[in-house]
C-alpha cells in the first residue's frame, strides 16, 4: 500500500484536477491515487499515516456538500462518518481551492474547517503557506499571518499553480518522510 493516502471534496472537479497533479510528482509506493471522499468508506481514510487532503470552498465560506448546493455528498456528509475517529499520530497537509476576486471575504475558508476538524482529534497538520501574492480581503483559513494548507485560485492565478504546488510539496516533503 502507498505512504500517502490523497483524498479531495469536489463540486465542479477543479479540486479532482489538482490531486491528480499532485499524484503525477509521486510514484504508486508512496502515494496513493486520488479518491473522492465521497467514494470512500472511514476505515480507506484512517489507513494512512499520511494523508493530503483538498477542499474547495463554496458558497458563503462552506464546506463541499449537499447544504452549499454541491452535485453530490462531499466533505460535510464525509466529517460525520469519522468524527470518533482518533488522528494521534497521523501527519496531515491540506490545499483548497477558492476565488479571492468573487469571494473575497471568505477565500479558501473551507480550509479551517478541516483545519480545526483533524487537529482537535490529534493529527500533526503541516504545510502553512504564505499569503503573499494573494489580493483577497479576508479569510477564515489565515492564522499567525499564513493560510493553514495551500491556497490555490484557479480562477484568477491559474498560472501559478503548478509553481505554487511544487514549492508546498518540497515544503511538507520532511514531514512526510520524503526527500526533499
Given at each position: 500500500?502507498?505512504?500517502?493516502?490523497?483524498?479531495?471534496?469536489?463540486?465542479?472537479?477543479?479540486?479532482?484536477?489538482?490531486?491528480?497533479?499532485?499524484?503525477?510528482?509521486?510514484?504508486?509506493?508512496?502515494?496513493?491515487?486520488?479518491?473522492?471522499?465521497?467514494?470512500?468508506?472511514?476505515?480507506?481514510?484512517?489507513?494512512?499515516?499520511?494523508?493530503?487532503?483538498?477542499?474547495?470552498?463554496?458558497?458563503?465560506?462552506?464546506?463541499?456538500?449537499?447544504?452549499?448546493?454541491?452535485?453530490?455528498?462531499?466533505?460535510?456528509?464525509?466529517?460525520?462518518?469519522?468524527?470518533?475517529?482518533?488522528?494521534?499520530?497521523?501527519?496531515?497537509?491540506?490545499?483548497?481551492?477558492?476565488?479571492?476576486?468573487?469571494?473575497?471575504?471568505?477565500?479558501?475558508?473551507?480550509?479551517?474547517?478541516?483545519?480545526?476538524?483533524?487537529?482537535?482529534?490529534?493529527?500533526?497538520?503541516?504545510?502553512?503557506?504564505?499569503?503573499?501574492?494573494?489580493?483577497?480581503?479576508?479569510?477564515?483559513?489565515?492564522?499567525?499571518?499564513?493560510?493553514?494548507?495551500?491556497?490555490?485560485?484557479?480562477?484568477?492565478?491559474?498560472?501559478?499553480?503548478?509553481?505554487?504546488?511544487?514549492?508546498?510539496?518540497?515544503?511538507?516533503?520532511?514531514?512526510?518522510g520524503l526527500p526533499a
Amino acid at each position: 500500500m502507498a505512504r500517502i493516502g490523497l483524498f479531495f471534496g469536489t463540486n465542479t472537479g477543479n479540486t479532482r484536477k489538482v490531486a491528480k497533479q499532485i499524484k503525477k510528482r509521486f510514484d504508486d509506493d508512496t502515494m496513493a491515487d486520488p479518491v473522492n471522499v465521497n467514494r470512500i468508506e472511514p476505515g480507506d481514510f484512517a489507513a494512512y499515516d499520511y494523508l493530503i487532503l483538498g477542499t474547495p470552498t463554496l458558497g458563503e465560506g462552506q464546506l463541499p456538500g449537499l447544504s452549499a448546493d454541491a452535485d453530490a455528498e462531499s466533505w460535510e456528509e464525509f466529517l460525520p462518518k469519522i468524527e470518533d475517529l482518533s488522528f494521534e499520530g497521523k501527519t496531515i497537509a491540506l490545499f483548497g481551492l477558492g476565488d479571492q476576486v468573487a469571494y473575497g471575504n471568505e477565500f479558501v475558508d473551507a480550509l479551517i474547517v478541516l483545519y480545526d476538524f483533524f487537529s482537535e482529534r490529534g493529527a500533526k497538520l503541516v504545510g502553512a503557506w504564505p499569503t503573499e501574492g494573494y489580493d483577497f480581503a479576508t479569510s477564515q483559513a489565515v492564522e499567525d499571518g499564513r493560510f493553514v494548507g495551500l491556497a490555490l485560485d484557479l480562477d484568477n492565478q491559474a498560472d501559478q499553480t503548478e509553481a505554487r504546488l511544487d514549492a508546498w510539496l518540497k515544503q511538507i516533503a520532511a514531514d512526510f518522510g520524503l526527500p526533499a
